[in-house]
């Protein structure tokens, strides 16, 4: 059974910072793309930003040189580190496991909820 859990979500105050987590259990995590995305009210659902398992990154616009995503596949864990907040960033977060081997393999947290206000 696949699980991604995330964590680190919380209220925080314009130009501040936070640290998302995920981890994933159920699938060979070194050779998933892990991503995250976000959700505000009344929004569809953005890419924040993703790394393959060969450690490409790329980032959505919105959030290029504030947010920093990383991985470490010894414990099977992806992370965003967030600076800078906006209340623009107010969403909920979802972490997300992707792999295309022929099929594609595609599965979602249950996401963590940021607020940046003050």
């Known amino acids: 059974q696949v699980q991604l859990v995330e964590s680190g979500g919380g209220l925080v105050q314009p130009g501040g910072s936070l640290r998302l987590s995920c981890a994933a259990s159920g699938i060979v995590f070194s050779i998933y793309t892990m991503g995250w995305y976000r959700q505000a009210p009344g929004k569809q659902r953005e890419l924040v930003a993703a790394v393959t398992g060969s450690g490409n990154i790329g980032y959505g616009g919105s959030v290029k040189g504030r947010f920093t995503i990383s991985r470490d596949n010894t414990k099977n864990t992806v992370y965003v580190q967030m600076n800078s907040l906006e209340p623009e960033d107010t969403a909920v977060y979802y972490c997300?496991?992707?792999?295309?081997?022929?099929?594609?393999?595609?599965?979602w947290g249950q996401g963590t909820q940021v607020t940046v206000s003050s």
């Open positions: 997300n496991a992707r792999l295309t081997i022929g099929n594609t393999y595609n599965y």
